[in-house]
């Protein structure tokens, strides 16, 4: 099952994915991997890429967070990097929207990444290479879109959980920065019509989605030894979405 990762830039780097198991996250972890981490895949769903190791890990439960935490620094000694990944985004306008779904969004968006932050800021890095955490946050941090008062709010709130953790976690050595992703392939999204999807692109500068890949290779640029002045910022990674549109005026 667990791989030895080949030599690379991450030699010697533990990584956990939270989320790992499928789309954004699973580009991410495989990308780790091929630069030489050993990645620890950390999802509720038991599915991994075949190279890394998987560990049980449910972000909103604060006695599984310990668990899975405990389970891996002792394992390995420590941990060096955190990619907090896992996020849900269920689309339902307020005059529908139950308390019940709200707080799910925001149980897993917002309140994992405080845990799963935690734990790792009281855990201790092995690695020369220095300490990191990656948030995936969303370009709806910053757009609002309808039917997402929760998915979007909750990451607005991650941007600036972000900031705040790179304020805190300075003086221990660890840098906290996010990345934002426009709208990347993913299984939830493979199921968009071309034409909707042709829509959703058509004023962004890149006039398609992004991959998953392309997210992690700036999850690696953050986590990497030379970003180490880099912490508190928010990576667009989104075609030039947010930049603004390319629509010609009518
Ligand atoms: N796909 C996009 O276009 C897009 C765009 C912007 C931001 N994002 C963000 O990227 C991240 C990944 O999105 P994706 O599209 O790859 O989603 P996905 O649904 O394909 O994968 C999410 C993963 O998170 C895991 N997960 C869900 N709840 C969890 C929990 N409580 N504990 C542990 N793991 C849990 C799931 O099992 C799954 O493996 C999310 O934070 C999402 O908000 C996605």
């Not at 030379?226 to 989104?238: E, I, R, Y």
Request: a negative charge; charged letters at 15%; hydrophobic letters at 45%.
């Amino acid at each position: 099952m667990t791989e030895k990762p080949p030599p690379g830039r991450f030699s010697g780097a533990v990584v956990m994915v939270t989320g790992g198991a499928q789309g954004i996250g699973r580009g991410i972890a495989e990308a780790f991997h091929a630069a030489g981490a050993t990645v620890v895949v950390a999802d509720l769903d038991a599915a991994h890429p075949a190279r890394a190791e998987a560990v049980r890990l449910d972000v909103r439960d604060p006695a599984s967070v310990t668990a899975a935490f405990e389970q891996i620094t002792s394992r390995y000694g420590g941990l060096d990097t955190l990619v907090n990944c896992a996020g849900i985004y269920p689309n339902t306008s307020l005059l529908d929207l139950s308390l019940a779904e709200w707080d799910e969004v925001y149980a897993v968006n917002v309140r994992g990444v405080m845990l799963t932050s935690q734990a790792f800021a009281r855990a201790s890095g092995r690695w020369a290479g220095g300490r990191r955490i990656v948030n995936v946050s969303s370009g709806a941090a910053r757009s609002a879109r309808v039917g997402a008062a929760h998915y979007c709010s909750s990451k607005a709130a991650v941007e600036m959980l972000t900031k705040v953790l790179a304020l805190e976690l300075a003086p221990s050595g660890i840098t906290v920065n996010a990345v934002a992703p426009g709208l990347i392939e993913v299984p939830a999204t493979a199921a968009l019509t071309p034409e909707y999807v042709a829509t959703l692109v058509a004023g962004q500068p890149v006039h398609r989605m992004g991959t998953p890949a392309e997210i992690a290779r700036a999850c690696l640029f953050l986590a990497d030894p030379d970003s180490s002045f880099v912490t508190g910022s928010v990576f667009d990674v989104d075609g030039g979405f947010l930049a603004g549109t390319t629509l010609p005026p009518s």
